[in-house]
């Protein structure tokens, strides 16, 4: 019997299996800043606040003046954004703020409701500004759909790492941005989120071999969904079957399985967890499980806005010269 169970091309976003939702992965090569941050280029030809053509390397997305997100709800699951290049301006209903980036994580619970803003600002005036994210959605169980929102940051400096060399001295590169490899463990994640249950074997992890390089993903649990996501390189060996750049191999959970890299570095990540197996509602940023409760969020956020918007922009963006940081709704501050 084969381990590996479908292999897909990745598209924009990536597919994903319970308990995810939705991943995609951002990467732009935007040039040099403008005095706003945002770039300094034309931005003629582009339809902006709806920019998602790559035009010269890179896109706005819903930004007009600096790339990004500006404010928007979301309820029902949680965010976790991988910020592996660049900069993210974090602003929130909750009253929450930050700047992070260049290897850090934020993990948010959206639960009962909450508007956010994520934008990118463009901080290098001298030299280009390279990008590059991935945002991933984890859904909660049904009880956990209405708890507080939460917002958490994993800096870069807590996450673990793993360096394998094998037996012909290559190396394989692993960050445990969730779960637990062997004696490392993840920062904890939100506490009501489905990842804070160690049975459900959440794990979030990046992968980096390089040519030539071999390791083996340790076994799991067997009602796991398991799936990596082979987005740079140019092939690879996975239990033994040859796989092309630009797939998402779905595999067994309960069967260690063996990599062997191609004639180029290549670089995965590792969706896994135990299913939440139950009904999916989606609207845009509501999930929930029923239409009911998709009626009910979409009146709730009209009526409520979740909390009002308390920055002066939608697009809220903090001075140039402010470093990486975190202040949450309680006031706490965190200064890296």
């Given amino acids: 019997m084969s381990n590996i169970l479908r292999i897909r091309p990745l598209g924009f976003p990536w597919e994903t299996r319970d308990p995810f939702i939705f991943c995609v992965y951002h990467e732009d090569f935007y040039p040099v800043g403008n005095d706003q941050m945002g770039p300094a280029a034309p931005l003629s030809g582009r339809n902006l606040g709806q920019d998602f053509t790559v035009k010269d390397g890179w896109r706005m997305y819903h930004g007009r003046t600096v ?14 954004t991988i ?22 994580v934020q993990w948010m619970t959206a639960g009962k409701g909450v508007q956010h803003s994520e934008m990118f600002p463009l901080l290098n005036q001298e030299a280009e500004n390279p990008f590059e994210l991935f945002q991933i959605w984890l859904n909660l169980p049904g009880k956990n759909k209405l ?18 060399t094998d037996a012909n001295g290559k190396k394989t590169n692993l960050r445990i941005v969730a779960g637990k490899l062997a004696d490392l463990q993840a920062p904890a994640p939100p506490p009501d989120s489905w990842a804070a249950d160690p049975q459900n074997e959440v794990a979030i992890w990046t992968l980096k071999l390089e040519a030539g390089a071999t390791y083996t993903l340790p076994a799991g649990a067997a009602v796991l969904n398991r799936s990596l996501y082979f987005f740079k ?22 069967q260690a399985l063996e990599l062997v890299n191609g004639p180029e570095e290549s670089q995965l990540l590792m969706l896994q967890g135990r299913p939440i197996n ?8 509501f999930v929930m499980n029923t239409q009911a ?35 949450h709704a309680d006031g706490k501050e965190e200064v890296k």
């Fill in 233 to 254: 390189g140019s092939t690879l060996s996975l239990d033994g079957q040859a796989i092309k750049v630009q797939n998402a191999i779905e595999v067994r959970s309960d």
């Fill in 293 to 327: 409760e998709l009626q009910q969020a979409m009146s709730d956020y009209q009526r409520t806005e979740f909390g009002g918007w308390p920055w002066p922009s939608s697009a809220h963006v903090h001075p140039r010269d402010k470093g990486r940081f975190a202040i």
């Fill in 147 to 164: 708890v507080p929102p939460y917002f958490g940051m994993l800096w870069a400096d807590t996450i673990p790492s793993l360096e394998h």
């Fill in 83 to 104: 910020v592996r290049k660049g900069f993210v301006d974090h602003s929130d209903s909750l009253g929450a703020t930050a700047r992070f980036g260049n290897g850090d």
């Fill in 278 to 285: 139950e009904p999916v509602a989606q609207y845009g940023p």
């Fill in 67 to 80: 790339p990004g997100f500006p404010s928007h709800p979301h309820r029902g699951f949680e965010t976790v």
